[in-house]
């Protein structure tokens, strides 16, 4: 019976240890725009400072993908 809880306690262990080594993932955020990203500069500054408020700094712990449409209603249908 010692041999069965030994084992049993070493697997536990090395489990443990496998869910600790693995790394987190870092949350990803999609921002969509219907036009072009020059003009949108003051939204895109207000936007990551609302983000910054809320604790998250893109590339360190946020990452977000951009996508613009700029202006062709077909990059971007409803």
């Known amino acids: 019976m010692r041999r069965r809880e030994l084992l049993l306690t070493a697997t536990a262990m090395m489990a443990g240890r496998a869910v ?4 987190k993932t870092m949350p990803v ?4 725009g219907g036009g ?3 003009p ?5 500054a207000a936007f990551l400072s609302g983000l910054s ?3 998250y700094v893109e ?5 977000i993908e951009y996508r613009w ?3 062709h209603r ?3 249908p409803l």
Request: hydrophobic share 35%.
């Open 53 to 55: 408020q809320a604790g």
């Open 69 to 71: 449409a700029e202006s």
């Open 20 to 23: 600790r080594a693995q790394p």
């Open 74 to 76: 077909d990059r971007a």
């Open 40 to 44: 949108s500069a003051a939204n895109m």
């Open 36 to 38: 072009s990203p020059s």
């Open 29 to 32: 955020i999609g921002f969509l």
């Open 59 to 63: 590339g360190q712990n946020v990452t």
